[in-house]
C-alpha cells in the first residue's frame, strides 16, 4: 500500500489493503493475502458499478460463512451434504436509523433427511459472522 505504514501489530490476525484503482474515480483494489477483489459503488453515487459494494461484501461474508460453517459441520458428522446454495436479501432502508434487515435463504442438496436438513439450518444459524454481526462489539480505530 502506497504511503506511510505502520507494521501491523502483534495482536492483529488479518490485514487488506484497498487503493484507488484510478486516480480521481471511485473504483478500489483491494488485497487480501493472495487474493485481489474489487469494490465499487453504483451509478446513484456517481460511479459504474464495476464491482461489488462494501455493502455487498458484507452481505456475501454473512451468505458464505452460513455455507461454509454447514459444509464443515457436516464433513465432519458424516452427513451427506453435495452443495449448500445461499442466498441473502437486504433492506437497508432504515440504515441511517440504526436497522439493517438481513434475511439469509439456505438451500441445502444432497440425500439429506429432515433431520440433518434441520440440523444444518441450526448450524448455519450459529455461524462465526452472524455471531460477529450480532453479538460481538466491534470496535474501529481509523488513523491517517
Known amino acids: 500500500m502506497a504511503g506511510n505504514h505502520t507494521i501491523m501489530s502483534e495482536t492483529y490476525t488479518n490485514e487488506i489493503d484497498c487503493a484507488t484503482t484510478t486516480a480521481g474515480e471511485y473504483p478500489q483494489t483491494l488485497q487480501v493475502r493472495a487474493h485481489t ?16 459494494s462494501p455493502h455487498d461484501y458484507f452481505d456475501a461474508a454473512l451468505a458464505s460463512c452460513k455455507a461454509l460453517t454447514a459444509t464443515w459441520y457436516a464433513k465432519r458428522h458424516d452427513i451427506p451434504l453435495e452443495r449448500v446454495a445461499t442466498r441473502v436479501e437486504r433492506d437497508s432502508h432504515e440504515e441511517r436509523l440504526g ?3 438481513l434475511r439469509v435463504h439456505l438451500d441445502f ?30 470496535d474501529i480505530e481509523t488513523v491517517a
Not at 111 to 132: F, G, N, S, W
Open 99 to 101: 436497522k439493517y434487515h
Open 37 to 52: 477483489l474489487h469494490a465499487d459503488v453504483g451509478p446513484e453515487a456517481g460511479s459504474a458499478d464495476s464491482a461489488p
Open 109 to 138: 442438496q444432497g440425500p439429506l433427511t429432515d433431520a440433518q436438513r434441520e440440523t444444518l439450518r441450526q448450524v448455519a444459524a450459529k455461524c462465526p459472522i452472524h455471531k460477529l454481526m450480532t453479538q460481538v462489539t466491534i
